[in-house]
């Protein structure tokens, strides 16, 4: 079982979703990214998605946006992202999870991305606008060097396009709660019990929920009904509110500690 599954499987052993933390790269720096993912590991992450940042993003909101322009300003590269997964997976054990688009994984060279993200401990690989009736390649590369393969389903998404991503999820199910982009939201869409049957029906895998959850009461309301929910925008808007104050990490910690406590269910 992989670092992946075991972490979805130990949150259900605990009848909890699993909580899963996405950080930009590089934001405030790659070294603080890396003690803020070590941390997180500590304070009830279950996994840490890693975003590369990327100047031409499809949906990613202003809050992730601007920290991926701030990243890529200090000099921030697919190379230096796949370094700081490195030492993250020297210092802990927690799943990780790259999340970019297709055009840094392209530049690089397919074959040699996943290389070298297996090579530095990465369980995982979310490409955000490689669609997925085009990702045979990708799928085949992925399985070759141990990584899982992530897709998103959206609300719009059709059942048989459903069943497709399904079918190429190696790692979980990324299920968008919204027809939008990325960015806290006050509340969840009515419309997601619905949409999580319908991609609950496909797949027996993990399905995780994301896009606008920000408490943890959110956090709660969408373990009830997933495997796990993804938190983002929330995390990397405080990371640039606190990137000059000493305490970052332990604050950011904090925060997340705080929305760990959401992920238990009430239901025996």
């Not at 609300?155 to 396009?161: I, N, Q």
């Amino acid at each position: 079982m992989n670092r992946i599954h075991a972490a979805f499987a130990g949150a259900q052993r605990e009848n909890r979703g699993a909580l899963i933390i996405y950080l930009t790269a590089g934001a405030p720096s790659l070294a603080a990214t890396a003690d803020i993912a070590v941390e997180l590991a500590e304070r009830g992450a279950d996994l840490i998605e890693l975003g590369l940042p990327f100047s031409d993003s499809l949906a990613d909101g202003p809050v992730i946006q601007g920290a991926a322009n701030q990243a890529i300003a200090s000099g921030t590269t697919p190379d230096g992202v796949l370094e700081c997964a490195g030492r993250i997976r020297a210092r802990c054990d927690v799943p990780l999870v790259l999340m970019t688009a297709y055009n840094p994984v392209y530049c690089f060279q397919p074959p040699v991305f996943a290389r070298e993200a297996a090579a530095q401990g990465v369980d995982g690989v979310l490409i955000s606008d490689l669609p997925p009736s085009e990702a045979g390649d990708w799928a085949a590369l992925a399985a070759e060097n141990a990584l899982g393969t992530v897709f998103l389903v959206a609300p719009t998404t059709p059942r048989d396009r459903v069943a497709l991503i399904a079918e190429l999820c190696t790692g979980f199910v990324y299920c968008v709660s919204v027809t939008g982009v990325t960015g806290a939201r006050e509340e969840l869409p009515p419309d997601l019990p619905e949409v999580m049957a319908r991609v609950r029906a496909a797949t027996d895998r993990p399905v995780a929920v994301g896009f606008g959850i920000s408490k943890p009461e959110q956090v709660q309301a969408v373990c009830g009904l997933a495997d796990g929910a993804i938190v983002g925008s929330a995390v990397v808007q405080r990371i640039a509110d606190l990137s000059e104050d000493p305490a970052l990490v332990t604050k950011i910690g904090d925060f997340v500690a705080d929305l760990a406590r959401g992920t238990r269910r009430s239901n025996p």
